[in-house]
């Protein structure tokens, strides 16, 4: 598996879908763990902005006319229904225990990756940005889309196995799957073909180890 040189001055922390419907009160969509991702964000995300790593906070939210939801109104009918992911409404958005600053960029997709239908990529591009650092939920879905597309426009992927997680699968013709199964896969294949796969601690470490660095205490993370 490869590992990447973390250069702060070239590196940006991408928060994904950190939503209230996404963390928590919103069974099943809800991650069983998803207070837990907040946490270990929060202090990701300071020891970043520290450091001078700009800290992307990209949620998934439609228009609300839903005129942009296209396919997924068929595959998810309860989001037309429900509105769920609608911009405005309180399911979609950002959890209030995640610590949100100023500087902060915020970003809204209409799809699970990051980088489709919004303009992520120039604003890394005018950053001087190759390198992402990705979080959030879900490890499998918007999480790992927004891997693909990163690694797909030549920039350096970092994904977090503690940072993302993910709920499990009723059988869809091939059998359950528990969230430890989907993460595994999902890590797995990350690792094998589009990123190196890191702890939120040991990502933290190599930020404030470079020379001119800012430490924050961080707390022993959570088994992923």
Not at 118 to 135: A, N, P, Q, Y
Not at 149 to 169: M, P
């Amino acid at each position: 598996m490869v590992t990447w040189d973390i250069d702060s001055s070239r590196t940006a922390l991408l928060v994904i879908d950190l939503q209230n419907i996404f963390v928590e009160k919103h069974e099943p969509i809800s991650a069983p763990d998803g207070l837990e991702i907040v946490e270990r964000l929060n202090r990701l995300a300071d020891t970043c902005r520290s450091n001078g790593i700009p800290v992307v906070y990209a949620a998934h939210a439609l228009r609300a006319d839903l005129s942009n939801i296209g396919q997924m109104a068929s595959i998810f009918p309860v989001m037309v229904t429900e509105n769920l992911i609608t911009t405005g409404t309180e399911t979609a958005a950002i959890h209030p225990g995640f610590r949100v600053e100023e500087a902060d960029i915020y970003l809204e997709k209409p799809r699970f990756g990051a980088f489709t239908g919004t303009d992520l990529e120039l604003i890394l591009r005018g950053r001087g940005i190759d390198t992402v650092i990705i979080g959030g939920i879900a490890t499998n879905v918007c999480c790992e889309t927004t891997a693909r597309e990163a690694n797909h426009r030549e920039f350096k992927v970092v994904f977090l196995h503690d940072g993302t997680t993910t709920a499990g699968y009723a059988d869809m013709g091939w059998g359950e799957l528990t969230p430890e199964e989907v993460k595994k896969a999902t890590l797995t294949t990350l690792a094998y073909a589009f990123a190196e796969v890191a702890g939120c601690d040991d990502v933290a470490h190599r930020i404030t180890g470079a020379e001119g660095a800012t430490a924050l205490p961080m707390k022993d993370a959570v088994s992923a």
